[in-house]
C-alpha cells in the first residue's frame, strides 16, 4: 500500500490526496510534523517539505511531480486531457493555483492563522492577513471568469487544475476564509467537485484548535 506523509491542511498534500482517491489509489496517511525536521523525515526528503509518496518502491517529494508520475503511471481516470494545449492549460492553472494564489493568498491567511500556531512560531501578521483578504477576491472573480466560458477551469472536464484550486480553496474554507457568496458560479463549482467521492477524507480532516465550520463537510452548503 502507498503511504502519503502530509500535513491535513497543506493544499499542496490536499491536490496529491486527491489525485490518489480518485484513482482509487490505497494510500495510508501519516501527518508528518515536517518543521520538527525528524532525522528519518529527512531522510526522506532533504527539503524538509510534504508531501512525501511512498509508491512502488520509490519515495517520492515535490506534489507537481508526484501528481504527473501519478497520471503517467495509472492514467485512469484521467487528470490530464490529451491534447498538448489543453495539458498546457491545467499545467498553467497548477501553476497559478500553487504560486500566484498560494504566494497571495494562502500563505497570507492560513500559513498566518495556522501554521504559525501549530509551529510556535507567533502570532498572525495583521496585514499578511490583510493582503490575503483582499488578494482572495480577485483570485474567485478570475475562476468566475474562467467558470463562466467552460464547464471546469481548464476546459470541458475536470482536471488537475480543479483538484489543485480545491486543495487550496477547501483549505481555507476551513477557517473561513472564502466568501462562497462572492460568485455562485464558483460556489456552484466547488460544490460539484465537493460532493465527489474523493473528497471524503479531506472533509473528514480535523485540527486540534480549529473546529470545523458548520457547513465545512456539508455538501449542500
Not at 497559478?96 to 501554521?115: A, G, P
Not at 501578521?125 to 475562476?143: C, E, P, Q, T, W
Request: with cysteine; charged share 30%; net charge positive.
Amino acid at each position: 500500500m502507498a503511504k502519503l506523509y502530509h500535513v491535513p491542511l497543506s493544499p499542496f498534500c490536499r491536490k496529491v490526496r486527491l489525485s490518489l482517491a480518485e484513482k482509487k489509489i490505497e494510500c495510508e496517511l501519516v501527518e508528518e510534523k515536517y518543521w520538527e525536521k525528524d532525522p528519518d523525515f529527512l531522510r526522506r526528503n532533504p527539503a524538509a517539505k510534504v508531501p512525501v509518496l511512498k509508491i512502488d518502491g520509490r519515495t517520492m517529494a515535490e506534489s507537481a511531480a508526484i501528481c504527473e508520475y501519478l497520471e503517467e503511471k495509472y492514467p485512469e481516470p484521467p487528470l490530464m486531457p490529451r491534447s498538448s494545449e489543453a495539458r498546457y492549460e491545467v499545467r498553467r492553472l497548477v501553476g497559478w493555483f500553487d504560486d500566484k494564489f498560494h504566494n497571495e493568498v494562502t500563505s497570507k491567511l492560513l500559513y498566518e492563522r495556522v501554521n504559525k500556531k501549530v509551529t510556535k512560531q507567533g502570532f498572525p501578521d495583521s496585514a499578511n492577513v490583510k493582503a490575503g483578504a483582499k488578494a482572495i477576491k480577485y483570485h474567485l472573480d478570475y475562476m468566475a471568469w474562467l467558470l463562466d466560458h467552460r464547464r471546469w477551469l481548464a476546459g470541458d472536464t475536470m482536471t488537475l487544475a480543479d483538484f489543485a484550486a480545491a486543495a487550496h480553496l477547501s483549505s481555507l474554507d476551513y477557517i473561513r476564509d472564502v466568501d462562497w457568496n462572492r460568485s455562485a458560479v464558483v460556489k456552484d463549482w466547488y460544490a460539484k467537485i465537493k460532493s465527489r467521492p474523493a473528497f471524503r477524507s479531506i472533509l473528514a480532516d480535523q485540527v486540534p484548535g480549529f473546529p470545523q465550520p458548520p457547513h465545512y463537510a456539508d455538501l449542500d452548503f
